[in-house]
């Protein structure tokens, strides 16, 4: 190969091409030549190759060539973008009105959490949150669920890989916002009534109506002479302002460790009216949240201030009062980009 003919003609190439396309005015074109001429398959890629099988006393003179011609070459490429980006400024009418900014609003699931809490907020509950990173005592053993509990395994709960604290266990990933019941009752003597929104995380397959992280609302209420009776008044008052006054609540009974009596609510379903439908399996009733009263055993691993006290407690997940709500099928379109799914609420 006379790499001297080829670098004559490289050079009448890279004139021939500022001549051609010295009044281009489509960016497109512009890259084709670029990619033409600096590609793998162009004639610099093919004089760079060349240069290792050079004799060794030219391969000095046949690089410092090659890449002159390359600078070149890149340095016109630059000018004319930067030609055609002016030319695009030119041609730009400043009498056209302005793009409209566009602003952004709370997310839905943030939009569900703000009404439901307003709802207690009505009814005497003060709002507080808690950490996404918990101690197994708060998430478990204060809660009455004992170390024998398969949530305590570690692969139905996500452990973090931390030292854990002597007297408080490991370090987790809540699984629920319960664990505020107990943090909420070391610091303040009853009377207490809260409610405590924030994200929970179990290790779930996900599915349209199961998601690895999701939100939940936990409330509680302490006092002397709380009965199961007063729960289901604040429950039904709810259930009336979130969805609707004819709204009918159905309360059966339940297992929970940190409860007792506990129990499951259903609400009459919000398709059909009660009368039966695909979505509550023709039942009439689609389950909402779980509830009951505090488990003596809770109360009195806060101290003595709580004993001979009663309390009930309930706890319901946000995406699931919402998807009933706004009727959305599938709990992954929370955690979505997509602006269309956005846009509606």
Not at 106 to 120: S, W
């Amino acid at each position: 190969m006379d790499w001297r003919s080829e670098l004559k003609a490289l050079e009448d190439a890279l004139t021939e091409l500022k001549e051609r396309y010295r009044q281009a005015v489509d960016p497109n074109v512009l890259e084709e030549v670029r990619v033409k001429f600096l590609g793998k398959k162009g004639p610099i890629k093919a004089l760079l190759t060349f240069i290792k099988n050079a004799p060794p006393n030219e391969r000095r003179e046949l690089g410092q060539a090659v890449n002159r011609i390359k600078e070149a070459f890149e340095s016109w490429i630059r000018e004319k973008r930067y030609l055609l980006s002016e030319k695009e400024e030119e041609v730009k009418d400043p009498t056209l009105p302005a793009r409209g900014i566009e602003l952004g609003h709370r997310h839905i699931i943030n939009q569900t959490i703000i009404e439901i809490v307003d709802i207690f907020k009505g009814m005497g509950f003060a709002l507080s949150d808690g950490p996404e990173i918990e101690q197994e005592y708060y998430n478990f053993s204060a809660l009455n669920i004992d170390i024998t509990h398969p949530s305590r395994d570690a692969f139905d709960t996500f452990y973090l890989n931390l030292p854990p604290d002597k007297e408080k266990g490991k370090y987790l990933l809540r699984s629920h916002t319960s664990p505020m019941q107990v943090r909420i009752m070391e610091r303040f003597s009853p009377p207490v009534a809260v409610v405590v929104p924030g994200r929970v995380y179990r290790p779930d397959a996900v599915d349209a109506s199961h998601s690895f992280m999701f939100h939940q609302i936990e409330g509680f209420l302490v006092d002397t002479g709380v009965r199961f009776s007063h729960l289901k008044g604040i429950l039904m008052e709810f259930a009336r302002e979130y969805f609707y006054d004819e709204i009918q609540l159905r309360f059966r009974p339940h297992y929970f460790p940190f409860t007792e009596p506990s129990a499951e609510v259903d609400i009459s379903c919000l398709f059909c009216k009660g009368e039966g439908c695909p979505v509550c399996r023709y039942s009439g009733w689609i389950e909402v949240l779980g509830c009951g009263m505090i488990h003596p055993k809770v109360l009195s691993a806060v101290g003595e201030k709580y004993i001979g006290k009663t309390g009930f407690a309930f706890g319901m997940g946000v995406e699931r009062l919402c998807m009933l709500k706004y009727r959305i099928p599938d709990i992954r379109l929370f955690y979505s980009a997509d602006v269309r799914f956005l846009r509606q609420f």
